[in-house]
């Protein structure tokens, strides 16, 4: 069509063979094809363009495709182009009015098709690349799961995180080579697996199954505080839950956690949805380690953690939509430093346990406005041979969007 240089084509495992008398038209007439040596190897008999292997890193190659503009350029993609694909790259530098667009089925849609699970009911999850960890926030009792791998020892690092969780009873089965000659369907319990000569290319389709004791995360904030591991300074589940509600995430936005302790605000933050990002500052260096612990051991592996001191850590970051200040807004220019970062119609929510800190909050509420609450929250617990209440320490809150 008029305009439209650059192809995007979706190859299955059977190769020209499933491909539509429009997709090997743009394959034959591309006087340039990128791909991988697989599919490049699988479409040879009908290409006469010069050929480009991707490269590391692959951003080079990207620059390549963009440099043959005006050119007709070819891009070989696995299964669905914008399912975890090259597509969504090149979408975001090229005008999609420039491409011509012909998926395949994804390895997702194939797995779904082989088992026959509804894929409106399960979690397809990329590992492709990405840390295994990420399947954490997903282990629920009874959940279907559909992970992508990066390579034939992804199964068996999955079976292994499944069993160090609380999991090792659900089921794994390794879909192979979905679509080709090579296809393989195999389960094995995650507690017994010992599934050998797995082919790089697999999905690994998950029904979980919770032992007793098994770290399920729930999906509203405030997380049990023994998830976590801590020195002490952490935001306590009830008080965690309310910052985490006046915070307010929305989809695709950036926190900054100021004075991050264990993590726990910015961690349950990226748990809110996948969009979202954080970074946790935090200036004890044995704090900002264990903060990373925590991140991977509750599924966001992807959680940003700088060691530095604000307000000078906070030099050079991106922009923010929200700001919690947990620890350090005493020091000299941190809040002022957060508020002038902020972006315009974004949340800043700062908490006090100590009286400097809430004189700090009232005099920026006097000057600021915004809202101020006061928690008190007290768990009933042992008073001799009776129960009683045990009030922990109050909490102050400022709450601010920004003009």
């Not at 192809?7 to 094809?33: C, F, Y």
């Not at 397809?124 to 791998?149: E, K, N, W, Y």
């Not at 700001?323 to 119609?345: C, H, K, R, S, Y």
Request: proline share 7%; aromatic share 4%; hydrophobic share 45%.
């Amino acid at each position: 069509m008029t305009g439209r240089w650059l192809s995007i084509i979706g190859i299955g495992e059977d190769g020209l063979e499933g491909l539509s008398q429009s997709a090997r038209a743009a394959i034959a007439e591309a006087e340039i094809v990128f791909g991988g040596e697989r599919h490049l190897a699988l479409v040879a008999p009908i290409m006469s363009g010069d050929t480009h292997v991707w490269q590391t890193p692959f951003s080079s190659s990207i620059d390549a495709v963009l440099a043959a503009q005006g050119r007709k350029v070819c891009v070989l993609a696995s299964g669905d182009p914008f399912h975890y694909g090259v597509g969504a790259t090149l979408s975001r530098r090229i005008d999609p009015a420039q491409m011509l667009v012909i998926p395949q089925p994804s390895a997702f849609s194939l797995a779904a098709g082989r088992l026959g699970w509804p894929l409106q009911e399960v979690a397809c999850v990329s590992l492709h690349g990405r840390p295994i960890d990420l399947i954490r926030p997903h282990l629920h009792p009874a959940a279907r799961i559909l992970a992508l791998t990066s390579d034939e020892h992804g199964p068996g690092a999955l079976a292994a995180l499944l069993v160090e969780a609380g999991f090792g009873r659900s089921v794994i089965t390794v879909l192979e080579a979905l679509g080709g000659p090579d296809e393989q369907i195999r389960s094995q319990m995650a507690d017994g697996f010992m599934l050998g000569d797995i082919n790089p290319l697999n999905v690994c389709a998950i029904t979980v199954a919770p032992l007793p004791g098994a770290r399920v995360l729930p999906l509203t904030p405030g997380l049990d505080d023994a998830l976590y591991e801590h020195d002490g300074q952490i935001t306590k589940r009830d008080i965690r839950a309310m910052t985490l509600a006046a915070l307010g995430p929305r989809r695709h936005e950036l926190l900054w956690d100021i004075g991050a302790g264990s993590g726990s605000i910015g961690i349950e933050w990226m748990l809110a949805d996948p969009s979202l990002r954080a970074v946790a500052i935090e200036s004890d260096a044995d704090r900002a380690a264990r903060i990373m612990r925590n991140a991977r051991k509750l599924g966001v592996p992807e959680l940003r953690v700088i060691t530095g001191t604000a307000p000078l850590a906070l030099t050079g970051l991106e922009a923010p939509h929200a700001i919690f200040v947990g620890g350090g807004g005493t020091n000299p220019g941190v809040m002022d430093a957060a508020i002038e970062a902020l972006q315009g119609g974004g949340r800043l929510v700062a908490n006090a346990v100590t009286l400097e800190m809430e004189q700090v909050l009232l005099a920026l509420y006097a000057q600021h406005g915004g809202e101020l609450v006061r928690f008190s929250v007290a768990h009933a617990a042992p008073l001799g041979t009776v129960t009683g209440w045990r009030p922990a320490m109050p909490i102050t809150q400022w709450r601010w969007s920004k003009p």
